[in-house]
């Protein structure tokens, strides 16, 4: 069992879009220390010094869009488990992506909060683990509870 932090990288260009992530992330309780970058040439200087557990990576960055960010990501951190946040009109690729083994988990824009928490979880738990990998069922089995919850009937 892990008893330290994971480290999460988030790549995000919109701060105000990556504070948003990373409170998400706080306040679920996941054992998770947050860092952010905004561009890829960031992201590629963060990984050289310091290794991740799992990447949350917007594909439009100010020096790198699309797919070909994800290629970029890929030959500097080829192993490490990566949820990309997409748009609506990049998620056909990105399901294309994900049956390659490219990536974990997309997400598409704007993110549902109980989703990207989802797949960043399953993200940083270990193909090999124990620990219990959550799938789309789980997600809507949990915000049928929140929505009772928020109306009362619970």
């Known amino acids: 069992m892990r008893i330290s932090e994971y480290n999460l990288l988030i790549v995000e260009d919109m701060a105000d879009q990556a504070k948003l992530l990373t409170s998400w992330i706080n306040q679920s309780h996941i054992p998770v220390k947050c860092y952010t970058t905004s561009s890829m040439r960031e992201t590629i200087d963060f990984l050289t010094d310091i290794e991740v557990d799992a990447v949350l990576l917007d594909l439009g960055l100010p020096d790198s869009n699309g797919i070909g960010t994800l290629h970029r990501l890929r030959y500097v951190i080829p192993d490490t488990p990566v949820v990309i946040v997409g748009t609506t009109s990049e998620c056909n690729l990105l399901h294309v992506e994900k ?24 993200a940083l738990l270990p193909k090999n683990s124990n620990a219990r990998q959550y799938t789309h069922r789980d997600l809507h089995r949990i915000e049928r509870i929140v929505e009772d919850i928020s109306i009362g009937v619970i």
């Open 99 to 122: 049956q390659k083994g490219n990536i974990t988990e997309y997400i598409c824009k704007p993110p549902a909060e109980l989703h990207m928490l989802v797949s960043v979880t399953n």
